[in-house]
């Protein structure tokens, strides 16, 4: 029934009526239904699979159910994710608690990260400048591409990357501590 009395809503919205003085008002109401509208519609795909395209197949076997992958099953990007899932909150508690200082502890490879893109930039402007040819500190900037060029596999990078990055935060949690 909701879905029915935001899409009756929907309808209902009549753009010639509107007029100048009041166009951003009528604007706005207009867009939160609709988007009350894709909220409702997303709601009953989730409860009728037939909305979604999905017909349900009496005949078939329930699914087991998926066993999360092991964490050297992840790809790269997962792992980074992970990583900046388990940053963040000790980010927030930093600031919340006045312990600030220790951020750039915790954030030991997104600092060397950043760094490094600034050493190199610097470095090779400076080099240029003064001898009139540039020349690198790393093979390629940020770190992460430096290391994948000396040989190391991403997964490898990511792997050493986030265990750096775990130890930092365990640092980080130990000095705020003390």
């Not at 066993?67 to 990007?77: G, I, Q, S, V, Y």
């Not at 508690?93 to 750039?104: K, R, Y």
Request: charged content about 20%.
């Amino acid at each position: 029934m909701q879905l029915r009395e935001a899409l009756l809503k929907v309808q209902a919205i009549k753009e010639e009526t509107w007029v100048r003085d009041t166009f951003n008002v009528e604007l706005t109401r207009a867009l939160a239904v609709v988007d009350n509208a894709r909220m409702e519609w997303n709601s009953a795909r989730l409860k009728f699979a037939v909305l979604s395209g999905k017909l349900a197949d009496p005949a078939a076997e329930p699914a087991a159910p998926k066993t999360p992958p092991a964490l050297t099953e992840l790809d790269a990007a997962t792992l980074c994710k992970l990583g900046l899932a388990l940053t963040w909150p000790l980010a927030v508690v930093a600031l919340m608690t006045g312990q600030w200082l220790l951020l750039p502890i915790v954030g030991l490879v997104f600092v060397a990260e950043a760094l490094s893109d600034i050493v190199q930039v610097s470095y090779f402007k400076w080099t240029k400048k003064r001898t009139g040819v540039g020349k690198r500190v790393f093979k390629m900037a940020p770190l992460h591409h430096h290391f994948e060029l000396l040989g190391w596999s991403e997964t490898h990078v990511v792997w050493r990357f986030f265990l750096v990055s775990m130890l930092a935060g365990m640092i980080g949690i130990a000095l705020a501590l003390l």
